[in-house]
């Protein structure tokens, strides 16, 4: 599998876990064996990189990688999670680093996001706790989410470290880190950028967000061509990009295998600068079905 080499082994798809326990709270009627297995199944194909947030599920997701991890040398896995805007004050991000780490069982966390801007923490404040969690050994790294080229400027010039990762929105639909320079400024100052919600296409109207056959006759087309899945197209159209990685939620050994599969085969420059000018949905902010939001 692709890798970039930055004193990590890093691997262009990762695992999320959002919707694993849960939604914003935990859900009692959840396969939790499911999600542990398909963390652990993840693992063992390839994928280290497992990616979680304190809110996910209420902390639950966080236990749930706990589990699957346990009888895993920690070294085999990397293990990124994230603090919400509501916890950027100084004492709560170390507070909710702690409470993360205690979630997830492992001694220290690899990759540690701000999830969310705060519209009321000076990131000054922010930076001092992470700066702090750095130097406690408590977090490697740390990686920003939703975020635009001059929130990424700021974080740099306060952080002992250099920034390791932006998690934005980007994927055939949503174009905003594209349009912005973000993915081209990332790659200019060896930042990673990952791209979450890769392959699921939202958007307020959309027909289909799972793009299946006879949505967009454009992925139709290649999927025949290159004898894959539409799915395996949007996201190989994604990891043929320098510098960009992607991270995919699924409780599904067969999905799992379907997006690892993408390593097998390349678009043509041709078809891929067809489906980056002609995919026939575009939007410049990010989107959901239900509405439109802009980066920090």
Same mark, same amino acid.
């Given at each position: 599998?692709?890798?970039?080499?930055?004193?990590?082994?890093?691997?262009?798809?990762?695992?999320?876990?959002?919707?694993?326990?849960?939604?914003?709270?935990?859900?009692?009627?959840?396969?939790?064996?499911?999600?542990?297995?398909?963390?652990?199944?993840?693992?063992?194909?390839?994928?280290?990189?497992?990616?979680?947030?304190?809110?996910?599920?209420?902390?639950?997701?966080?236990?749930?990688?706990?589990?699957?991890?346990?009888?895993?040398?920690?070294?085999?896995?990397?293990?990124?999670?994230?603090?919400?805007?509501?916890?950027?004050?100084?004492?709560?991000?170390?507070?909710?680093?702690?409470?993360?780490? *205690?979630?997830?069982?492992?001694?220290?966390?690899? =990759? %540690?996001? &701000?999830?969310? #801007?705060?519209?009321? @923490?000076?990131? +000054?404040?922010?930076?001092?706790?992470?700066?702090?969690?750095?130097?406690?050994?408590?977090?490697?790294?740390?990686?920003?989410?939703?975020?635009?080229?001059?929130?990424?400027? *700021?974080?740099?010039?306060?952080?002992?470290?250099? =920034? %390791?990762? &932006?998690?934005? #929105?980007?994927?055939? @639909?949503?174009? +905003?880190?594209?349009?912005?320079?973000?993915?081209?400024?990332?790659?200019?100052?060896?930042?990673?950028?990952?791209?979450?919600?890769?392959?699921?296409?939202?958007?307020?109207?959309?027909?289909?967000?799972?793009?299946?056959?006879?949505? %967009?006759? &454009?992925?139709?087309?290649?999927?025949?061509?290159?004898?894959?899945?539409?799915?395996?197209?949007?996201?190989?159209?994604?990891?043929?990009?320098?510098?960009?990685?992607?991270?995919?939620?699924?409780?599904?050994?067969?999905?799992?295998?379907?997006?690892?599969?993408?390593?097998?085969?390349?678009?043509?420059?041709?078809?891929?600068?067809?489906?980056?000018?002609?995919?026939?949905?575009?939007?410049?902010?990010?989107?959901?079905?239900?509405?439109?939001?802009?980066?920090?």
């Amino acid at each position: 599998m692709n890798s970039i080499n930055n004193g990590y082994s890093y691997l262009k798809v990762c695992l999320g876990t959002w919707r694993m326990g849960g939604e914003i709270t935990p859900n009692p009627n959840n396969n939790d064996q499911k999600d542990i297995d398909a963390i652990r199944y993840a693992i063992n194909k390839g994928i280290s990189h497992i990616d979680t947030s304190e809110s996910y599920a209420g902390g639950k997701s966080e236990l749930l990688i706990g589990e699957a991890i346990k009888h895993i040398s920690r070294d085999k896995c990397f293990i990124a999670t994230k603090v919400r805007e509501y916890n950027l004050f100084y004492d709560n991000v170390i507070n909710s680093c702690k409470e993360s780490i *205690k979630r997830l069982d492992t001694p220290y966390i690899d =990759l %540690y996001y &701000i999830h969310k #801007q705060s519209l009321i @923490v000076p990131i +000054e404040e922010t930076v001092g706790a992470l700066n702090k969690l750095l130097d406690m050994g408590l977090i490697k790294n740390v990686g920003l989410s939703n975020v635009g080229i001059d929130i990424i400027k *700021k974080y740099s010039q306060l952080l002992n470290s250099p =920034l %390791y990762a &932006i998690q934005n #929105q980007y994927n055939l @639909v949503c174009r +905003e880190s594209q349009r912005k320079g973000i993915i081209y400024y990332c790659k200019r100052n060896g930042i990673h950028f990952i791209a979450w919600r890769p392959i699921l296409l939202s958007y307020p109207g959309v027909v289909d967000s799972y793009y299946r056959t006879g949505t %967009y006759k &454009i992925l139709d087309e290649m999927a025949t061509k290159y004898n894959k899945t539409n799915t395996q197209i949007a996201a190989k159209w994604l990891l043929q990009q320098d510098g960009v990685s992607i991270v995919f939620k699924s409780s599904n050994k067969k999905h799992i295998d379907e997006i690892l599969d993408v390593n097998k085969f390349k678009l043509s420059n041709r078809d891929w600068k067809r489906l980056n000018k002609e995919f026939p949905v575009q939007k410049e902010l990010g989107c959901t079905v239900d509405n439109y939001f802009e980066l920090s």
